[in-house]
């Protein structure tokens, strides 16, 4: 499952709304990344401009509404304070998408990459280097 989160700083003044923001991602994932029973197979950050981003890639949907849900993780207790600091005032937007990704509906390529992304979640083996140039021809 492929879920992408992050956030967009509406106000660029208003740092000590976006900053806690910001600074709960990495928090999370260390968290995640410490105890891979949680779920999280692997993740990456994006910035564009004013928006970052997460892409994350899941063992279940049911591992992320377990670990989104649980009292004992950072992700609830962020919710709370985002709810009673931020909430809709419009300082800080916060996006997420959802994707499920059936076993064997995917494809990775990847040349001269060590595991990235996808394929490292999935444990695809290391792409081989292909030359484009460099073919078998067939004689008559």
């Not at 994707?99 to 992304?117: F, H």
């Amino acid at each position: 499952m492929v879920f992408t989160v992050g956030l967009r700083i509406n106000r660029l003044w208003k740092v000590n709304k976006w900053l806690p923001v910001l600074g709960s991602l990495p928090k999370m994932l260390r968290e995640l990344e410490a105890d891979p029973e949680l779920g999280l197979l692997d993740s990456r950050f994006a910035v564009s401009g004013r928006v970052i981003m997460a892409v994350q890639y899941w063992r279940s949907e049911d591992h992320l509404e377990r670990y989104a849900h649980s009292q004992a993780h950072a992700h609830r207790g962020f919710w709370k304070w985002f709810n009673r600091n931020v909430k809709s005032n419009g300082d800080v937007g916060l996006w997420h998408e959802l994707y499920q990704v059936p076993k064997g509906a995917y494809e990775t390529s990847y040349i001269n990459m060590p595991p990235y992304g996808l394929a490292r979640a999935t444990k695809e083996k290391e792409a081989a280097r292909t030359d484009p140039d460099d073919h078998d021809h067939e004689h008559a």
